[in-house]
């Protein structure tokens, strides 16, 4: 078997560990709602002339998600709407979930308003499945305790956490990474919490969100952050992870991992050089890049070094967006090595290696999976 082929072979037949995603639907959606599932950035119904179908993502799923509900690819959207229409949301998640090559799927429960919680997406997916604790999840369950806030939510996020395998932050969110970062003293904490519990509404206080941070590093499990790109309540601006450099410098050995990444994905490359602990992946922004994912794979593939890149999804809502996950990246990750094979930089070994590590093995390492 030739180079070409043995790699490409070696691609599809990869298994995956997506290390952060959330849950699929469990109730089949209206086709509007359908088509905003198709838009990360707008968090209002799209516009009566727009289409989550005229997008990267929109023909993605034409071109791949078709064919595995026996249409062809590229079938036109009225078809493909049609054919989807005639499965049930759980018939529809088990063949496209099935179909992503992925053995363990790491889920953040923290925002799980009609989807799939870990024990239904493992019996639709056939994977294994382990929780991400988000912190800002926490900090509601503390507030509304009530008594002590930083003594409720260390115990709190001990007893969630026993069982999980990371915590997460949307810091980026909440006021963004640019700013103070240091960890809070107890005053300073008890006074937030006080202020919060009379006025109420999400957590934006930063003195805060900065305790729960440094709650979430004495656990010394992987602290995962959004970064880059999302939907528009997020200031892109200040979710650029240079911004973290302080807080990196303060958070000894516990693994950093930075997902999404877009346009950031050159400096999180750099930060994942710069320190041991820091790590990075293509996620969501893969799916919404779509045709043009390879190129940022290519991006991703520059500066990080091999060991600290991961897979993941970032799949939410459509069970599209879970297999086309995996779908782009492999597309994207075959064509990209296949490249520096091809141009003599590279030895096929060399990629499979790469491929590999990035596919399941740096997962395995940093999230103590067996």
């Excluded at 707008?42 to 249409?71: I, M």
């Excluded at 949307?170 to 006025?199: H, K």
């Excluded at 790109?229 to 410098?249: I, V």
């Excluded at 060399?350 to 390492?365: G, K, Q, S, W």
Aim: hydrophobic share 45%.
């Amino acid at each position: 078997m030739h180079a070409t082929s043995a790699l490409a072979e070696h691609v599809e037949q990869v298994r995956l560990i997506d290390h952060h995603v959330h849950g699929c639907w469990v109730a089949s959606p209206d086709r509007g709602r359908f088509e905003n599932g198709l838009n990360e950035a707008n968090t209002e119904p799209l516009a009566g002339f727009d289409s989550g179908f005229d997008t990267q993502l929109g023909f993605a799923v034409r071109a791949h998600c078709a064919p595995l509900l026996g249409l062809p690819a590229h079938a036109d959207p009225d078809a493909y709407w049609a054919r989807r229409c005639e499965h049930g949301e759980d018939e529809l998640a088990a063949t496209l979930l099935s179909a992503a090559g992925v053995s363990h799927w790491l889920v953040d429960t923290g925002f799980a308003d009609g989807v799939a919680d870990p024990a239904q997406l493992a019996r639709l997916s056939g994977g294994a499945v382990a929780e991400i604790v988000r912190l800002e999840s926490v900090a509601e369950e503390a507030r509304d305790a009530g008594g002590d806030y930083a003594g409720e939510f260390e115990r709190i996020l001990a007893e969630r956490a026993a069982d999980a395998v990371a915590t997460k932050s949307i810091l980026a969110y909440r006021g963004g990474f640019a700013g103070d970062l240091s960890e809070p003293g107890a005053a300073e904490v008890a006074e937030a919490a006080a202020r919060w519990r009379e006025r109420g509404g999400r957590l934006t206080d930063r003195v805060l969100l900065r305790f729960g941070l440094y709650a979430a590093l004495r656990l010394g499990k992987p602290l995962q952050f959004h970064v880059g790109f999302g939907d528009r309540d997020a200031d892109l601006r200040t979710a650029n992870p240079l911004y973290l450099r302080e807080f990196l410098l303060a958070s000894g050995g516990t693994p950093i991992m930075l997902l999404h990444c877009y346009p950031y994905e050159r400096e999180a490359g750099y930060l994942a050089q710069a320190f041991n602990n820091v790590y990075l992946d293509g996620g969501l922004s893969i799916n919404y890049l779509g045709a043009r994912a390879r190129s940022f794979v290519g991006r991703l593939l520059e500066m990080a070094p091999f060991r600290k890149i991961l897979y993941s999804s970032d799949g939410f809502g459509p069970a599209e967006l879970h297999y086309l996950g995996a779908r782009l990246w492999r597309n994207a990750i075959r064509d990209v090595v296949q490249g520096f094979v091809d141009a003599g930089e590279w030895s096929v070994r060399d990629a499979v290696r790469v491929i590999d590590l990035i596919a399941h093995e740096n997962a395995a390492r940093v999230y103590h999976i067996g």
